[in-house]
């Protein structure tokens, strides 16, 4: 299908992108890699009547350091967060969850910050970025705010992201020599999770000292497994302490019933695969 008619702008500053997104009112949209609004448009589930181009805006896009966070630009590509030296050394989850997300072309066009904005509960990154304590930082005619992790995503689709906002970078806290990995079920290759699970941990003489662990499509925002956070804490990294601890990954979670699971079993996928993700981690 073809989308409705539109405007379109492409600035080239940050500022200039929040303006004409101000000047646009509701009815403005922005534009990043158009990987999931573009399918949106052409089904004409949204016919917003100004589209913000950000890939001109190059202040949005790249990787730095800032003290003991790292800063990756929302207009950063999952194939250059992938390719990064920097998210590979303080957000190694972050990278692995992003060589999940989709296939080799869609990552050089769809962007981290896109990713999270779009708050696709199903979607791989937001919960790694759950997991990570990750903060957006967001721009609007008012200036800049910064929203943890846990109260960006408020419902299927739907962010803090005011109307006339623009998310612009994400702080991810360095955790340099933590373990991570992220484990995914998915009906075929180069798909969205059917359940995943985004796991770091860190380990102090032989136990499991500290744990974060962000569950995908187990519920209308990512979930942060806090139950299996508290009881991994304390315990020997092996396999067995981690499986009797991983009992409690789906406390507190309202996950959906849909033609690949119903809730049921996306709790089973989610004890099962916390246990698979966090001994992966630790090498048990
Ligand atoms: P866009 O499509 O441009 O925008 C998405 C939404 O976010 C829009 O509403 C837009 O207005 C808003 N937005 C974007 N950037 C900003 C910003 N900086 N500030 C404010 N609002 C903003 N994802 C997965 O997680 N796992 C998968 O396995 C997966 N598989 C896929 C398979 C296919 C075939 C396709 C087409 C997509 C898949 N995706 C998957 C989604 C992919 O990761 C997209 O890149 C991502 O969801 C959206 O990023 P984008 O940069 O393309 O954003």
Same mark, same amino acid.
């Given at each position: 299908?073809?989308?409705?008619?539109?405007?379109?702008?492409?600035?080239?500053t940050l500022d200039e992108a929040v303006r004409a997104l101000a000047e646009a009112g509701e009815?403005g949209?922005v534009?990043?890699?158009?990987?999931?609004?573009?399918?949106?448009?052409? *089904?004409?589930? =949204?016919?917003?009547?100004?589209?913000i181009?950000?890939?001109?805006?190059? @202040?949005?896009?790249?990787?730095?350091?800032? +003290?003991?966070?790292?800063?990756?630009?929302a *207009?950063?590509?999952?194939?250059?967060?992938?390719?990064?030296?920097?998210?590979?050394? &303080?957000?190694?989850?972050? !990278? @692995?969850?992003?060589? /999940?997300?989709?296939?080799? %072309?869609?990552?050089?066009?769809?962007?981290?910050?896109?990713?999270?904005?779009?708050?696709?509960? #199903?979607?791989?990154?937001? =919960?790694?970025?759950?997991? *990570?304590?990750?903060e957006m930082v967001i721009a609007g005619p008012g200036g800049r705010r910064t929203v943890?992790?846990?109260e960006f995503?408020?419902?299927?689709? /739907?962010t803090a992201l005011g109307p006339d906002e623009v998310l612009c970078e994400?702080?991810?806290?360095?955790?340099? +020599?933590?373990?991570?990995?992220? $484990?995914?079920?998915?009906?075929?290759?180069?798909?969205?999770?059917?359940? !995943?699970?985004?796991? /770091?941990?860190?380990?102090?003489?032989?136990?499991?000292? @500290?744990?974060?662990? +962000?569950?995908?499509?187990?519920?209308?925002?990512?979930?942060?497994?806090?139950?299996? @956070? %508290?009881?991994?804490?304390?315990?020997?990294?092996? =396999? $067995?302490?981690?499986?009797?601890?991983? $009992? &409690?990954?789906? $406390?507190?979670?309202?996950?959906? =019933?849909?033609?690949?699971?119903? !809730?049921?079993?996306?709790?089973?996928?989610?004890?099962?695969?916390?246990?698979? #993700?966090?001994?992966?981690?630790?090498?048990?």
């Amino acid at each position: 299908m073809i989308p409705a008619a539109f405007d379109y702008v492409a600035p080239t500053t940050l500022d200039e992108a929040v303006r004409a997104l101000a000047e646009a009112g509701e009815d403005g949209k922005v534009l990043a890699g158009g990987q999931s609004l573009l399918p949106v448009l052409r *089904m004409r589930l =949204a016919a917003p009547s100004k589209l913000i181009d950000l890939n001109k805006v190059a @202040e949005l896009r790249g990787v730095r350091e800032d +003290g003991d966070a790292i800063v990756i630009g929302a *207009m950063t590509t999952h194939y250059d967060v992938l390719r990064d030296s920097l998210v590979a050394e &303080h957000a190694a989850l972050l !990278a @692995e969850a992003t060589g /999940t997300v989709a296939d080799p %072309q869609i990552r050089h066009r769809g962007t981290f910050g896109g990713s999270l904005a779009h708050a696709d509960p #199903a979607a791989d990154l937001p =919960a790694a970025a759950t997991a *990570m304590d990750a903060e957006m930082v967001i721009a609007g005619p008012g200036g800049r705010r910064t929203v943890p992790v846990g109260e960006f995503f408020v419902d299927f689709f /739907t962010t803090a992201l005011g109307p006339d906002e623009v998310l612009c970078e994400i702080r991810v806290p360095k955790r340099t +020599g933590w373990h991570a990995h992220y $484990e995914k079920f998915n009906r075929v290759a180069q798909a969205w999770p059917i359940v !995943a699970v985004a796991a /770091t941990v860190r380990v102090d003489g032989g136990s499991i000292a @500290e744990a974060r662990v +962000g569950l995908a499509n187990m519920g209308p925002t990512p979930v942060r497994a806090t139950g299996v @956070e %508290q009881a991994l804490v304390g315990q020997p990294a092996t =396999a $067995e302490a981690i499986k009797a601890a991983a $009992e &409690h990954a789906a $406390e507190g979670t309202n996950p959906p =019933a849909d033609g690949n699971a119903d !809730a049921e079993f996306r709790q089973h996928l989610a004890r099962v695969l916390t246990s698979r #993700a966090v001994s992966a981690a630790v090498g048990a």
